[in-house]
């Protein structure tokens, strides 16, 4: 890179900078109350906009733009249009405006709506969003003008996960805004989510990627054995990045820098091959967008370096999977974080309310935030002593759980710990500040400083879904809080009285322990905590009463939303499990049967041959593994048969839990018995017969 970063960043972003150089004044201010205050869009103002931003786009080289979109497949998707607009002479104008800016219209037949479209009916709605810039994206097909935008049906109902993010980003501010104004805070006009997601993801080299078909077609690999070295010398985890690693990490930070995203931190993660990228902190609608482009062009970068990036929860057995920490906090316009404990949390009433009212919310919805974690992926990590547990919990540290109780005990907190100082033996370091509280890596839900990380968000999942329950559950705490406090004769005792309930009542949602411990799910259970382990279990939360009077209330999902993401998730898992054992039969068929049958015959062969030319030569090693294949290719015969029938008869099935829960049960296991054999016999076979890159070359050999 040439260039130096600040001259980079962000060049490709109609960003505030580039708006107040090219737009009127007047044009300017309008569309900044329409973005920091939520007025109402003037088409006047848009058309002003699309002309500016045409103008913008095409001296960057752009001819085409697109409504890019974010539909309940959980990636991006895009209808590309040029600028250009016949004239009468034959010849051509670009053009671009304010209408083509607020609406497209896509083709909504073919998106995942879960019932909300039936397939004749074709109409949706791309609208643009205002409040995450417009960016520019360079690829083969030249340079587009990327306008983010929602996604709805000709009813207007969601069908996305931005719609639903940006209504509870609108609730989460009312509710804030209520509870800010009794604490005399009514300078403040906006409060916003603030996310910063951190991705987790595997690279290995693409050659041998292509050779795997369970990697290409299921993003993880179905077979193979560990290595004889795996991640327990712990000395991949903040190693020395490796040349082509780093060479990948620095184009992807260039790429990603130019469109405005904030790639921060990078490093190697726990398992061999894995790694991690960190952005700063932005509001919820912007982070969600950015970790959209984070993903897309970790695989576009990665295949330019003769790499490919594996963004699966679980890629390979016996190594760590990949997850995605989202950290959430509130910011205000005033540039207040409300999630800020300050150096004396036991005095910080605002503080010890909003942290009360996140306590309360993750307790009584847990169940919520456990749907926002689920994907097929995710159930072969969450509880695997190597993620979260599927319990959700909230980690606080040992000075707010002081605080905490001494609120319960004593009815006010008089004092609080401090981290004090750390002296590491050593004159020639300086003693170090600590922090007045550890860390805890097994929390799915952990207060860390000043905002909460959710540990459990899948690694290939966008994290609106997640942001959108979170704002959500907030927001209606808030909402009752306000409703109470909006009505107390004294504000300041009648808020202390609500924190010390609130506190009471879900005191039991905060674990400080080992969240990988089996004495923590037996603790979990005695505190009426849920213990919802897989996707298929986790679904129905999202259509229970309370879920729907909740999301109703505030306006973010209606009835007919949530049941369409319910019956989207079922037939999500149950494709998804469906793909994957199709794919191990056609392997074993394939790929592994005629290489193990190939290598049993050499070795047959080899021993008539030896006992013609010695008959009494030893030759009990080589029977023994005849025998042992055999056995063991019987076993994997018999596995993939049964598979197979399974397979068929879901086929049959009708879409929802019923058969979800059919692969779940049934299906999974039967996989899982034809895994094991094939993998045993991946330790006796020979290598070069093995018809397949092994873990060993994959995981180390880049």
Same mark, same amino acid.
């Given at each position: 890179?040439?260039?130096?970063?600040?001259?980079?960043?962000?060049?490709?972003?109609?960003?505030?900078?580039?708006?107040?150089?090219? @737009?009127?004044?007047?044009?300017?201010?309008?569309?900044?109350?329409?973005?920091?205050?939520?007025?109402?869009?003037?088409?006047?103002?848009?058309? *002003?906009?699309?002309?500016?931003?045409?103008?913008?786009?095409?001296?960057?080289?752009?001819?085409?733009?697109?409504?890019?979109?974010?539909?309940?497949?959980?990636?991006?998707?895009? &209808?590309?249009?040029?600028?250009?607009?016949?004239?009468?002479?034959?010849?051509?104008?670009?053009?671009?405006?304010?209408?083509?800016?607020?609406?497209?219209?896509?083709?909504?037949?073919?998106?995942?709506?879960?019932?909300?479209?039936?397939?004749?009916?074709?109409?949706?709605?791309?609208?643009?969003?205002?409040?995450?810039?417009?960016?520019?994206?360079?690829?083969?097909?030249?340079?587009?003008?990327?306008?983010?935008?929602?996604?709805?049906?000709?009813?207007?109902?969601?069908?996305?996960?931005?719609?639903?993010?940006?209504?509870?980003?609108?609730?989460? =501010?009312?509710?804030?805004? !209520?509870?800010?104004?009794?604490?005399?805070?009514?300078?403040?006009?906006?409060?916003?989510?603030? *996310?910063?997601?951190?991705?987790?993801?595997?690279?290995?080299?693409?050659?041998?990627?292509?050779?795997?078909?369970?990697?290409?077609?299921?993003?993880?690999?179905?077979?193979?054995?560990?290595?004889?070295?795996?991640?327990?010398?712990?000395?991949?985890?903040?190693?020395?990045?490796?040349?082509?690693?780093?060479?990948?990490?620095?184009?992807?930070?260039?790429?990603?820098?130019?469109?405005?995203?904030?790639?921060?931190?990078?490093?190697?993660?726990?398992?061999?091959?894995?790694?991690?990228?960190?952005?700063? %902190?932005?509001?919820? +609608?912007?982070?969600?967008?950015?970790?959209?482009?984070?993903?897309?062009?970790?695989?576009?970068?990665?295949? #330019?370096?003769?790499?490919?990036?594996?963004?699966?929860?679980?890629?390979?057995?016996?190594? $760590?999977?990949?997850?995605?920490?989202?950290?959430?906090?509130?910011?205000?316009?005033?540039?207040?974080? @409300?999630?800020?404990?300050?150096?004396?949390?036991?005095?910080?009433?605002?503080?010890?309310?909003?942290?009360?009212?996140?306590?309360?919310?993750?307790?009584?919805?847990?169940?919520?935030? !456990?749907?926002?974690?689920? =994907?097929?992926?995710?159930?072969?990590?969450?509880?695997?002593?190597?993620?979260?547990?599927?319990?959700?919990?909230?980690?606080?540290?040992?000075?707010?759980?002081?605080?905490? $109780?001494?609120?319960?005990?004593?009815?006010?907190?008089?004092?609080?710990?401090?981290?004090?100082? @750390?002296?590491?033996?050593?004159?020639?370091?300086?003693?170090?500040?600590? /922090?007045?509280?550890?860390?805890?890596?097994?929390?799915?839900?952990?207060?860390?400083?000043?905002?909460?990380?959710?540990?459990?968000?899948?690694?290939?999942?966008?994290?609106?879904?997640?942001?959108?329950?979170? +704002?959500?559950?907030?927001?209606?705490?808030?909402?009752?809080?306000?409703?109470?406090?909006?009505?107390?004769?004294?504000?300041?005792?009648?808020?202390?009285?609500?924190?010390?309930?609130?506190?009471?009542?879900?005191?039991?949602?905060?674990?400080?322990?080992?969240?990988?411990?089996?004495?923590?799910?037996?603790?979990?259970? !005695?505190?009426?905590?849920? +213990?919802?382990?897989?996707?298929?279990?986790?679904?129905?939360?999202?259509?229970?009463?309370?879920?729907?009077?909740?999301?109703? &209330?505030?306006?973010?999902?209606?009835?007919?939303?949530?049941?369409?993401?319910?019956?989207?998730?079922?037939?999500? %898992?149950?494709?998804?499990?469906?793909?994957?054992?199709?794919?191990?039969?056609?392997?074993?068929? *394939?790929?592994?049967?005629?290489?193990?049958?190939?290598?049993?015959?050499?070795?047959?062969?080899?021993? $008539?041959?030896?006992?013609?030319?010695?008959?009494?030569?030893?030759?009990?090693?080589?029977?023994?593994?005849?025998?042992?294949?055999?056995?063991?290719?019987?076993?994997? #015969?018999?596995?993939?048969?049964?598979?197979?029938?399974?397979?068929?008869?879901?086929?049959?099935?009708?879409?929802?839990?019923?058969?979800?829960?059919?692969? #779940? /049960?049934?299906?999974?296991?039967?996989?899982? %018995?034809?895994?094991?054999?094939?993998?045993?016999?991946?330790?006796? *076979?020979?290598?070069?017969?093995?018809?397949?890159?092994?873990?060993?070359?994959?995981?180390?050999?880049?």
């Amino acid at each position: 890179m040439s260039e130096k970063l600040t001259d980079v960043f962000g060049i490709d972003v109609f960003s505030d900078a580039v708006m107040v150089e090219r @737009l009127p004044k007047r044009i300017y201010s309008a569309l900044k109350k329409t973005i920091d205050e939520g007025e109402e869009l003037d088409t006047n103002v848009a058309e *002003v906009v699309a002309n500016a931003m045409k103008d913008w786009a095409i001296e960057r080289g752009a001819t085409h733009y697109t409504h890019w979109f974010q539909p309940m497949t959980g990636i991006t998707a895009e &209808k590309h249009d040029s600028f250009i607009s016949p004239t009468t002479d034959g010849k051509i104008i670009m053009e671009f405006s304010g209408k083509e800016l607020i609406k497209g219209e896509p083709d909504a037949s073919s998106f995942p709506s879960g019932g909300l479209r039936a397939t004749f009916e074709a109409r949706g709605y791309t609208a643009w969003d205002c409040t995450s810039p417009a960016f520019l994206r360079e690829d083969a097909a030249g340079v587009t003008l990327c306008i983010p935008t929602a996604f709805c049906s000709y009813n207007g109902e969601a069908l996305d996960m931005k719609t639903p993010l940006l209504r509870s980003m609108e609730a989460l =501010n009312t509710q804030a805004l !209520r509870v800010l104004k009794l604490f005399g805070h009514t300078d403040v006009k906006k409060v916003n989510p603030s *996310v910063g997601p951190e991705q987790e993801y595997f690279l290995i080299d693409k050659s041998k990627y292509l050779q795997r078909e369970d990697l290409i077609f299921t993003g993880r690999t179905l077979f193979g054995a560990m290595p004889p070295k795996g991640q327990e010398l712990d000395d991949h985890y903040y190693g020395s990045i490796k040349e082509r690693v780093a060479s990948y990490m620095k184009e992807l930070n260039v790429e990603l820098w130019k469109m405005g995203v904030t790639a921060k931190t990078q490093h190697n993660e726990v398992a061999p091959a894995q790694h991690e990228l960190a952005p700063i %902190y932005t509001t919820a +609608n912007i982070a969600t967008d950015h970790n959209q482009l984070v993903m897309e062009y970790m695989k576009k970068v990665a295949n #330019r370096h003769g790499l490919t990036c594996l963004l699966h929860e679980k890629p390979f057995a016996g190594v $760590n999977g990949s997850g995605k920490h989202n950290n959430w906090s509130m910011q205000t316009d005033t540039g207040m974080n @409300l999630l800020n404990p300050g150096k004396t949390p036991n005095e910080n009433v605002q503080f010890l309310l909003f942290l009360s009212a996140v306590l309360k919310a993750v307790d009584l919805h847990a169940d919520l935030l !456990r749907v926002a974690a689920a =994907n097929p992926g995710n159930d072969h990590r969450l509880g695997a002593n190597e993620a979260p547990p599927a319990i959700i919990s909230v980690y606080i540290g040992t000075q707010l759980e002081d605080v905490l $109780n001494q609120l319960i005990n004593n009815g006010e907190a008089k004092n609080c710990k401090h981290g004090g100082w @750390l002296n590491v033996g050593s004159h020639a370091i300086p003693e170090l500040k600590k /922090d007045a509280t550890d860390r805890n890596r097994t929390s799915p839900f952990a207060f860390t400083g000043n905002k909460f990380e959710f540990r459990m968000v899948p690694s290939s999942a966008s994290i609106a879904t997640a942001n959108t329950i979170i +704002n959500t559950i907030v927001a209606d705490v808030l909402c009752d809080m306000a409703d109470e406090l909006e009505k107390a004769d004294n504000f300041e005792q009648a808020v202390q009285e609500l924190i010390k309930r609130t506190v009471c009542e879900h005191k039991r949602i905060v674990f400080n322990g080992n969240g990988y411990g089996d004495a923590w799910v037996e603790e979990a259970a !005695r505190r009426g905590l849920p +213990n919802i382990k897989t996707m298929v279990d986790s679904i129905p939360a999202l259509t229970a009463e309370k879920a729907i009077t909740l999301f109703e &209330k505030h306006k973010v999902f209606s009835v007919n939303e949530l049941k369409a993401r319910a019956e989207i998730m079922y037939e999500d %898992y149950s494709k998804a499990i469906n793909i994957e054992a199709k794919t191990m039969i056609n392997m074993a068929y *394939v790929k592994y049967f005629p290489a193990i049958i190939g290598y049993a015959g050499e070795v047959a062969k080899s021993i $008539n041959e030896i006992r013609a030319a010695v008959p009494e030569a030893d030759v009990e090693l080589q029977d023994t593994l005849v025998t042992e294949i055999s056995h063991l290719l019987s076993k994997a #015969r018999s596995a993939v048969k049964h598979l197979q029938a399974l397979v068929e008869r879901a086929q049959d099935m009708q879409e929802g839990h019923d058969k979800a829960a059919f692969f #779940r /049960d049934e299906v999974i296991p039967a996989m899982q %018995y034809l895994r094991e054999p094939i993998d045993a016999l991946e330790l006796i *076979v020979d290598a070069d017969r093995w018809p397949v890159p092994t873990y060993g070359d994959l995981l180390f050999e880049i």
